[in-house]
């Protein structure tokens, strides 16, 4: 969605408030399933720049880390932003453009807010048993018989196990 500055360019030390949906149908490959609308308040400081703040809550389906079903999992961010007249510098270094000439993309803003505070894992049920490496069954719905390699697989998961443990 596309906000329209010009008011707000013509009085330094304005504030407007604005009610937000993502445009887009999919962040970061995810759908998206629910999104309440995102109230930003929009500030512009002096000369052009203005500062964009708002919390941003949606639900989107992300395949579980193990099995791969689609899990509708809540994702919250806050948004707090300076744009500093046309262009706007991440933290990558890399300039991105989230200003054309009085319009500001907020749909871009939210979605990148919502991608930086994408959950890292995202699991269908704390104990998934995933998907067997070797033939691709999905093993919450009972061993699938590849029960015979198991002694490397077993060693495998005994470090990782030790691993995340020790990170804990
Ligand atoms: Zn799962
Ligand atoms: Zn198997």
Same mark, same amino acid.
């Given at each position: 969605m596309i906000i329209q500055l010009t008011d707000l360019y013509q009085v330094p030390g304005k504030t407007a408030g604005y009610d937000v949906m993502p445009d887009a149908e999919c962040i970061a490959g995810y759908p998206i399933v629910s999104c309440e609308p995102v109230h930003l308040v929009i500030h512009h400081e002096k000369d052009r720049a203005i500062t964009v703040e708002g919390s941003i809550s949606l639900v989107l389906t992300i395949p579980c880390d193990r099995c791969l079903k689609p899990v509708e999992t809540t994702v919250t961010a806050d948004l707090s932003r300076m744009l500093d007249g046309q262009r706007f510098t991440d933290e990558d270094g890399e300039t991105v453009e989230y200003l054309e000439g009085d319009m500001l993309d907020a749909g871009r803003l939210i979605e990148e807010a919502v991608i930086e505070n994408l959950p890292m894992k995202v699991l269908c049920r704390e104990d998934c048993k995933g998907l067997c490496p070797k033939c691709g069954r999905d093993l919450n719905e009972g061993p699938?018989?590849?029960? #015979? #390699?198991?002694p490397l697989t077993g060693m495998g998961e005994a470090i990782l196990k030790a691993f995340q443990n020790a990170g804990k």
């Open positions: 699938c018989g590849c029960e #015979d #390699d198991k």
